[in-house]
């Protein structure tokens, strides 16, 4: 089983849909999770930190499902410049702090 | 905004060549790490260095591999002896521990070997 597994879509949507991205990891011991946004053959940018409460920063949402292994961005109001690659990860529980990357989710907002 | 930033951008080299790859973390992290990406596949981790040690390394990171902080800005990636299988991106990344583990990546290194 992978260590993080995500669809990776592509998800095509209009400006201004609503957009969800799911996620899930293998090790229950993991204690961080985040989502980074990658630009193709740039970098990963971090996007937010996944609580276990849920966090929400302006039209993005992330969310924390402990017991079922789960994560999820959700993205409202869709711009064009959030067409880019969403990296799931999870950080690798060894106390060193290696993050574990999925494939990555795909999204393309068009006009 | 501080930033990581990575030298060279492109560096193409001939199998058996030795390269070096460099990075300038951000000032005041002290988690330093090197990831690749090869085109097409998911961030692969390589190594994590703390300490002026290395405190973590993948399968991947074999003895082909090094890293280095040589004073006290540069974190550097040296393979010494390059195979066509090393091609791919090499981001260098940083870290602290005040903020949940959150890591910041340089722009990459993109390494072409032939």
């Known amino acids: 089983r992978k260590e993080v597994e995500q669809d990776p879509g592509p998800f095509n949507v209009p400006e201004g849909a609503t957009v969800a991205f799911n996620c899930t990891y293998s090790?229950?011991?993991?204690?961080?999770f985040f989502w980074y946004r990658q630009d193709c053959r740039k970098e990963p940018k971090l996007l937010m930190s996944v609580y276990s409460s849920g966090n929400e920063d302006g039209r993005f949402t992330a969310q924390l499902n402990r017991a079922s292994q789960y994560i999820s961005l959700l993205i409202r109001d869709s711009k064009l410049s959030d067409s880019a690659t969403y990296l799931c990860v999870s950080e690798g529980n060894t106390g060193f702090q290696k993050l574990v990357f999925g494939t990555g989710t795909r999204l393309l907002v068009s006009p | 905004e501080p930033e990581v930033t990575q030298t060279p951008s492109h560096q193409v080299t001939q199998m058996g060549q030795e390269v070096i790859l460099r990075c300038v973390p951000i000032?005041?992290?002290?988690?330093f790490y090197w990831y690749r990406q090869i085109l097409g596949q998911k961030v692969e981790f390589l190594v994590s260095f703390y300490n002026n040690e290395i405190s973590e390394k993948s399968e991947i990171f074999d003895d082909q591999f090094s890293v280095e902080r040589p004073d006290g800005s540069n974190f550097t990636l040296k393979i010494r002896s390059t195979k066509l299988e090393d091609s791919a991106m090499y981001f260098c990344?940083?870290?602290?521990?005040?903020?949940?583990?959150?890591?910041?990546f340089g722009p990459g290194t993109r390494l072409t070997v032939t």
């Open positions: 090790n229950s011991a993991s204690q961080s």
């Open positions: 000032s005041n992290h002290l988690y």
């Open positions: 990344a940083s870290g602290t521990r005040d903020r949940t583990y959150e890591q910041y």
